[in-house]
């Protein structure tokens, strides 16, 4: 049985901190499987992987400026622009023998379900390995992975729209992840489901749970009473310099 924690808006540090306490929980039995949808709060956010540089990755004299909060991930993964109205954030928190074996297999599989949700929208989707789901070749959703005590936390992004300009005036992009790339900028190389398709982000919303739940026997719930006092233990961890620049 799985618990599907409903759309919800938190800070950065929340958002990061829930996933962490929900995973905990899950390793130590008190907690069931959990897929969870969230958003996160105005002006938006930053959220880098575990081993990156954010001094390399982030402009931080602009997200100051901009009121945007940056948080690292226990996550690997790039370097991600969380746009309140621009997209819709999932995570699945189970025990890894859920899953395929291997981590290229375990991206696999749990991207399928945004594929599907994407496929019943009308939209042809696609995977592209390690962990981005792509339309005509250009990424819609990216994902990040960490395994420990015996459970997957993943969680990504599926665009509904883009804010290019943001987007790229906050993040510094590397030219040499660009080198197996089909496009020649970060740019040109993203789409989003209003470009492809004119539906709603409610629409989009309702297809993945629809994708995300398919096959699985599940009830929606919300976080226990510990889980939420555990979140709010480990948000001190998100919100530090410690943990936010340890690289």
């Not at 409903?6 to 929980?25: K, R, S, T």
């Not at 696999?108 to 696609?126: K, Q």
């Not at 489901?193 to 004119?198: F, M, T």
């Not at 409610?202 to 398919?214: N, S």
Request: some cysteine; proline content about 3%; aromatic content about 10%.
């Amino acid at each position: 049985m799985w618990r599907v924690i409903g759309l919800n808006v938190y800070q950065a540090f929340e958002n990061m901190a829930i996933d962490e306490a929900v995973g905990e929980c899950v390793a130590s039995g008190a907690s069931q499987p959990t897929i969870r949808f969230y958003k996160w709060s105005y002006p938006g956010s930053v959220s880098i992987g575990r081993f990156q540089c954010i001094a390399e990755e982030v402009d931080l004299e602009k997200c100051k400026e901009l009121g945007v909060d940056c948080v690292r991930r226990v996550t690997g993964g790039g370097a991600v622009f969380h746009d309140p109205e621009g997209e819709i954030t999932y995570s699945v928190i189970a025990p890894a023998r859920y899953f395929s074996r291997g981590i290229p297999e375990s991206y696999r599989e749990i991207c399928s379900y945004i594929i599907d949700a994407l496929s019943g929208l009308g939209i042809c989707a696609g995977f592209r390995p390690v962990n981005d789901v792509v339309v005509g070749g250009k990424k819609i959703s990216g994902s990040a992975q960490t395994r420990r005590n015996g459970i997957i936390i993943q969680h990504g992004t599926i665009l509904y729209k883009l804010d290019r300009n943001t987007m790229f005036s906050l993040l510094k992009p590397s030219r040499l992840k660009l080198s197996d790339k089909a496009f020649g900028n970060f740019e040109d190389g993203l789409t989003c489901v209003r470009e492809e398709n004119g539906v709603s982000i409610a629409q989009l919303y309702e297809a993945l749970l629809d994708g995300f739940t398919e096959d699985k026997e599940y009830r929606f719930g919300e976080l226990s009473e510990y889980e939420r006092e555990l979140s709010m233990r480990l948000g001190e961890k998100y919100l530090g310099r410690e943990w936010n620049f340890s690289r």
